[in-house]
């Protein structure tokens, strides 16, 4: 009798919540067909996987590519170029975000803040092409930047697309330019919340605009930097692809070529599919683990974290 009225209880709720079930089927429907399904194409990371003979018939390896990737000298390079990338990333572009919030959200002029709103939030919709094709434009050797240094500063052209060591500064300001502005969405959606009568109390207590920001906006904003920063570790592997791709040549190649760049070389350009699907799944896994103990980190830290 009880699993009878569950299952009647049951199907009242999604009945009865059944438009709004609806409303979320698009969502459900692409989660299944572009992430849950093609999870199928990791077993060919255990399979020594050939086009004539299919993804049933491949023969069974074990864990051969995944000792082979650890026996490779490239792929601890690519893996250290990946950790580099993302980790400037974290600590120079993530604290942009934050820092443009603070900034907007002092502006009392709603017109101008709405203005500037859209100003930063505008290279967000700028795709990767477009961005590299200004960075190219800017940063040739015959590019307004050089120009302006052999003019001015009389100085000898600097090579910053073809030199290894500046590659990665050169992506981390690509990436300040473009998501910084878009980064402090959620940073303002939650400052939004905080009740102005806190501000009015530290006026009255003598507390300067720093001092309002040290102790009201920024512990504010505490939960929310903190699930943003467990979710951007959950994705230390991933470099952006397309950005990388676009910026490398045989010059910076070393110093640049990443997980992602290097699974698409490995899987596309070289048919090795499963030594690239046991590169991602590596890049999964290790995702995964990172995301797990900074969400338990938080929560000893008594924060709330993902879950």
């Known amino acids: 009798m009880p699993i009878q009225k569950k299952k009647k209880s049951l199907k009242k709720k999604l009945w009865r919540d059944r438009y709004l079930l609806l409303l979320i089927l698009p969502g459900i429907l692409y989660f299944l067909i572009y992430r849950y399904i093609p999870m199928a194409g ?16 491949s023969p069974w390896v074990g864990l051969k590519y995944f000792k082979l990737m650890f026996e490779d000298a490239e792929v601890i390079q690519v893996i250290w170029n990946t950790l580099q990338i993302s980790f400037l990333q974290i600590f120079f572009a993530f604290p942009i975000s934050i820092i443009l919030a603070l900034m907007l959200n002092e502006i009392r002029n709603q017109v101008y803040k709405k203005f500037l709103q859209s ?23 015959e590019g307004l930047v050089n ?8 100085m000898n052209a600097i090579p910053f697309l073809t030199d290894p060591a500046m590659f990665k500064p050169i992506v981390i300001l690509q990436v300040i330019w473009k998501e910084s502005g878009w980064g402090t969405i959620l940073f303002l959606a939650a400052l939004s919340g905080v009740s102005p009568h806190l501000y009015e109390a530290a006026v009255m207590d003598g507390a300067s605009r720093l001092r309002q920001m040290w102790h009201i906006t920024l512990p504010a904003l ?53 030594f690239a ?20 980190l938080a929560k000893r830290f008594g924060e709330e974290g993902l879950y």
């Open 222 to 274: 505490k939960s929310t930097i903190v699930i943003l920063l467990i979710l951007r570790l959950g994705t230390v592997m991933d470099s952006g692809f397309e950005q990388i791709f676009l910026m490398l040549n045989p010059f910076n190649m070393e110093s640049g070529n990443v997980l992602d760049t290097y699974v698409y070389f490995k899987g596309i350009q070289q048919a090795n599919f499963s």
């Open 42 to 57: 990791i077993l060919l990371a255990f399979k020594d996987y050939s086009p004539f003979r299919g993804f049933i018939d």
């Open 147 to 154: 120009t302006f240094l052999i003019n001015i500063f009389d």
């Open 119 to 141: 100003v930063v939030y505008l290279p967000h919709f700028l795709s990767w092409v477009v961005v590299v094709g200004i960075t190219v434009i800017f940063l040739r050797s």
């Open 277 to 296: 699907t046991a590169v991602g799944l590596f890049k999964g896994v290790i995702g995964l683990v990172l995301v797990v103990l900074a969400n338990r």
